[in-house]
């Protein structure tokens, strides 16, 4: 009862946000915070607030509340379920996702910008042991991994630099230790990717996801790394819609070939 009144009164802040500001193509008036799972060195200008919505493959329904309380520092918090779009009884997040983020260095004509953070957020179905992901395999007793199907970005440094080309383009680059490390993977990680505009409300976002964190034995991925992309559009004078295929090269060890859709819609605006 607790988790769906949370889930809630995050999902009822939707009003307050009716007027948003997009963050896609080269009238956007804010930075991406996220490509499509891992953070940019983007952050949120005091006094503004986000709250995003994802719908993810397994029925999953995500939202996510992040704030700039202070110049270059944002802070954050997410919940969501498993099949919560279908029918019978939605999985709940063990716990809400926590974010916390902070640029150190701004970006000039010659350095990129640079944030350090937290986010405990990972996306898709939370499993607590491997036989609910795998029940093909033999094991002793369950190994609990108490991991989301992708995993949290944990503590990162970001990194991004963006370019005059035809709009922008800009690169981005994060290092990262996700604490999900049940499936015994403790590596670090790498994530690259970029963001093009394409005319003044639309931009295509890609990641490669290294997963080194994620090709052990009881890990999900099988060691070729996630090649995600998506699509965001700033919709009429705000609110920015996004379509993502997560895993285009077939890296997951079940169900390989079958990329993963996703809708995300965010809204950001000024409240002081």
């Known amino acids: ?12 802040l939707i009003p307050f946000l009716l007027k948003a500001q997009g963050s896609a193509g080269t009238d956007a008036l804010i930075e991406i915070p996220y490509l499509i799972d891992m953070p940019t060195a983007g952050v949120l200008e005091k006094g503004k607030v986000g709250v995003s919505f994802y719908l993810m493959p397994g029925g ?3 939202t996510r509340i992040d704030a700039g309380v202070f110049e270059s520092f944002n802070i954050g918090i997410s ?32 350095m990129p910008a640079l944030t350090i953070g937290f986010d405990s ?22 190994l609990e991994i108490n991991r989301f199907k992708t995993k949290s970005p944990g503590f990162y440094a ?15 680059g994060i290092f990262n230790y996700s604490l999900e490390t049940g499936d015994n993977d403790k590596n670090m990680n790498i994530v690259v990717g970029f963001e093009k505009t394409i005319g003044k409300q639309l931009s ?3 990641e490669y996801d290294f997963a080194i964190n994620d090709n052990e034995a009881y890990s999900f991925g099988d060691g070729n790394g996630y090649l995600n ?9 705000g609110f920015t819609a ?31």
């Open 60 to 62: 999953v329904f995500l």
């Open 79 to 110: 919940y969501g379920a498993s099949n919560f779009i279908g029918t019978g009884t939605p999985g709940w997040y063990k716990l809400p996702g926590v974010s916390v983020k902070a640029r150190i260095i701004n970006e000039t004509e010659t």
């Open 229 to 237: 992309a998506g699509l965001r559009w700033t919709i009429g004078e």
């Open 242 to 272: 996004g379509l993502d295929l997560r895993d285009l090269l077939s890296n997951k060890k079940l169900k390989p070939g079958a990329a993963d859709r996703a809708v995300k819609v965010e809204f950001i605006k000024p409240i002081f």
């Open 158 to 172: 970001a990194g991004s630099k963006s370019f005059e080309f035809f709009g922008f383009l800009s690169f981005h």
């Open 1 to 12: 009862m607790k988790k769906a009144l949370l889930f809630s009164v995050l999902f009822l």
């Open 204 to 206: 295509l976002v890609t």
């Open 121 to 142: 957020q990972g996306k898709g179905e939370y499993f607590t042991n491997y036989r609910e992901f795998n029940n093909n395999i033999s094991l002793d007793k369950d």
